[in-house]
């Protein structure tokens, strides 16, 4: 014991750092590294985005297309986006070296395809979206009115009392 | 609760208002008495200062609230003495010349909340810039989190004058142990520091207020990791417990042990992590490879539980993310087995290293008395005698079914405050496994949670640094109302002064890294002689050769 151990160890060990970026860095399973979303998944139902805590996630409306965009400059890679995602639909993959010249390199964009109201013509929610509404209903045992289902949000609301068709079909 | 029967019997009168807790006690008392009340809390119960938090309540009930919070280790209590003052005369008397410990927490509220602390014996600013302008106080509610346009005045901190014969030594504005600049003025006399002086808070980065501003209960944690850049995971595990606690969310056994493997494997990698570099700076270089050498398997181990190896983003409120398979388990006792062998190896050769033994030992002394008065907490305060670990005073997780040994050493100098850690390596390594081996089954995650608002949380985790304080008040709309972070080298680095006071220039590296703060390698010290008229700077690398060219 004594200062030979450390001399013995040193030459015993010998070099242990990795050549790297020149070796591949092999990462355990479940690594936590760049998401990404399945486009044919995605419903655009923004729960992702509501769950970000960095804002890194972000969904805004584009000429008739609702627009999911992941920005890896902020992404802190916790993965609170694939937890939350109703059609597991975001992943999280192995990928880390994310280093790059051109800005453009760290937007993830899904493009979604929206409705408009019919009443006041404003896109308010995506097709695919809407068509999961129903199914979960139908699984339900409601039935709900295309006629109400492509009105946006607030003219729903107007006169639903009226206008809402939902019957109970008691199974 | 005894406790609390003497305090009442003590100051009947003026306690308003008092709240009991399985471990906390909250009275509200007349502003007055606070200096009163707080030095019998602290000399005659003989508990220890934590932290000061103030909290703008003008939108609940228009007056500006200070807490006082003690911790009494031997009865696992903690005291918070809570006072209110008057939003048109913020002004209430200190409580700083009782309990030096609460020199920084007064200052921190003079600077953001614009309560003027009479009678404090160092009102200079503590945490905002010397160009920020005066009467704008960013933890009042009515500054936006994210405003940004305010308008920046000149002047300058206004350091203490240089007697005759000393010349100044600044270490920073990055400072050679520190990830964070940081600025240490020593005031050096032929070679011996005579006094030392600290600006830091270059890096402020008002994460409380973001929280209060933007966040969600459950984005919090995530921001609370990424407070420190080593022991992250312990500051997301106080806050979710403080939720947990004020919102009496109970929290699945299974992921209290799977909390506690993690904070372990934290505190060695934090450890050997320190241990390298205080070698590092020592100039024992085959040390330092040896430290982190064997500290990378076990990033490795936390890369393979939580899948990054630091950041674990495991906590969420009510329990972890992630579960610990058997195969997983299995790897991590088995290298933790491969862990203990080579530290042993490495603990047993150390002493033979004659010349870093002798430049750790009797340096940067912190006697007992002055460690109690400024509530020095983890390794800093076990090094010089103080018995305190909030995993056995204060137990949380899994600590509570767990048995272990508190290393204590008595002398107070870098030597106690290594051994101490070493110690903790090795105890460490006996916790994971031993709640490796009696995790019980189950959820790892407490379903249904609801929060309640307006109710306090108060939480303390041991952070491989020392005693971590979150407390906080619960609001609505699912946010936080106001969320206190005390990390413990806030607690610790006003101790460095009074280590460096008559130690040698050449020593004061290893003494400032000696309370743990990490090592950044941009680090640059400049040397003005006031004499000679001559300003040097030296490159970090030349200032290590300074210090290792000692004795």
Redo the contacts between chains.
């Keep these: 014991m004594g200062r030979s151990t450390f001399l013995k160890k040193a030459i015993e060990v010998g070099v242990v750092t990795k050549r790297y970026p020149y070796t591949v860095v092999e990462v355990p399973d479940g690594f936590r590294g760049r998401p990404i979303i399945d486009g044919d998944k995605c419903i655009g139902c923004c729960a992702c985005t509501a769950v970000c805590p960095p804002n890194a996630l972000s969904a805004y409306e584009d000429d008739g297309y609702r627009i999911i965009r992941i920005f890896y400059g902020r992404c802190i890679f916790c993965g609170r986006c694939a937890d939350v995602c109703p059609e597991n639909a975001i992943s999280l993959t192995k990928e880390f070296e994310l280093t790059t010249d051109d800005p453009n390199d760290l937007n993830y964009i899904i493009k979604l395809k929206m409705v408009k109201c019919i009443i006041c013509g404003r896109y308010f929610d995506t097709e695919r979206h809407l068509k999961k509404v129903i199914e979960n209903m139908k699984e339900m045992g409601l039935e709900i009115d295309t006629d109400i289902l492509m009105r946006c949000p607030e003219h729903r609301n107007l006169n639903n009392a009226s206008l809402i068709g939902l019957r109970r079909e008691f199974k | 609760m005894y406790i609390l029967n003497e305090l009442i019997k003590e100051f009947r009168e003026y306690i308003k208002y008092h709240f009991i807790n399985h471990n906390k006690i909250l009275i509200e008392v007349d502003k007055n008495i606070l200096p009163k009340i707080s030095s019998y809390i602290f000399n005659n119960l003989g508990a220890l200062y934590c932290t000061s938090v103030g909290v703008d309540e003008r939108p609940l009930n228009g007056l500006f609230k200070i807490y006082h919070i003690f911790s009494i280790d031997r009865m696992n209590l903690f005291i918070i003495v809570a006072s209110s003052v008057d939003p048109a005369i913020p002004k209430m008397p200190s409580i700083v010349n009782d309990i030096p410990a609460a020199n920084w927490a007064e200052r921190e509220i003079m600077d953001l909340l614009g309560v003027v602390f009479d009678g404090h014996s160092d009102p200079r600013r503590l945490v905002l810039p010397d160009d920020w302008p005066n009467g704008v106080y960013p933890l009042r509610k009515d500054f936006k989190y994210n405003f940004k346009e305010v308008a920046r005045v000149e002047k300058k901190y206004p350091f203490r004058k240089i007697e005759y014969g000393e010349y100044i030594l600044p270490i920073g504005p990055y400072h050679p142990a520190l990830h964070e600049p940081e600025y240490f003025r020593l005031y050096v006399k032929r070679g011996t520091i005579v006094d030392a002086e600290y600006r830091g808070f270059g890096v402020y980065r008002g994460i409380e207020k973001v929280a209060e501003g933007r966040?969600t209960y459950?984005?919090i944690p995530?921001?609370a990791e990424?407070i420190c850049g080593i022991c992250g995971f312990t500051h997301s595990t106080c806050y979710c417990q403080a939720i947990e606690s004020a919102c009496k969310i109970d929290i699945p056994e299974r992921a209290e042990y799977i909390r506690t493997i993690m904070l372990e494997l934290e505190r060695i990698h934090s450890h050997l992590l320190w241990l390298g570099v205080a070698l590092h700076i020592l100039g024992f270089d085959?040390?330092f490879?040896?430290c982190w050498?064997i500290r990378?398997p076990i990033m490795?181990l936390c890369?393979?539980i939580?899948?990054?190896r630091k950041?674990y983003?495991l906590n969420l409120i009510g329990g972890v993310?992630?579960d610990i398979d058997k195969d997983k388990s299995n790897r991590v006792i088995k290298h933790l087995k491969e862990l203990r062998r080579e530290f042993k190896?490495f603990t047993?050769?150390l002493p033979?290293?004659r010349e870093v033994i002798a430049r750790i030992e009797n340096v940067g002394i912190l006697d007992r008395n002055t460690a109690r008065k400024l509530s020095v907490v983890g390794p800093t305060a076990r090094g010089s005698g103080l018995d305190r670990d909030v995993r056995r005073d204060h137990p949380y997780a899994a600590y509570k079914r767990i048995s272990f040994k508190v290393p204590v050493y008595s002398e107070g100098d870098v030597y106690a405050r290594l051994m101490v850690r070493v110690e903790e390596i090795f105890e460490s390594i006996n916790i994971i496994e031993h709640a490796l081996d009696s995790i019980p089954e189950g959820s790892i995650i407490a379903e249904n949670i609801e929060f309640i608002p307006k109710v306090y949380g108060l939480s303390a985790t041991e952070a491989p640094r020392g005693e971590n304080i979150h407390f906080l008040i619960t609001g609505i709309e699912n946010r936080i109302y106001r969320w206190k972070v005390r990390a413990p080298t806030y607690n610790n680095l006003p101790s460095v002064p009074y280590m460096l006071k008559g130690e040698n220039v050449a020593d004061a590296p290893i003494i400032i890294a000696s309370i743990d703060p990490c090592f950044s390698c941009t680090d640059r010290v400049t040397i003005v002689d006031l004499d000679k008229k001559y300003v040097k700077t030296l490159s970090s690398n030349e200032f290590i050769k300074l210090a290792r060219r000692w004795r």
């Design positions: 966040l459950n984005q995530f921001i990424r085959t040390g490879m040896y050498r990378e490795d890369e393979l939580s899948g990054n950041t983003g993310r992630r190896e047993d050769s033979s290293i």
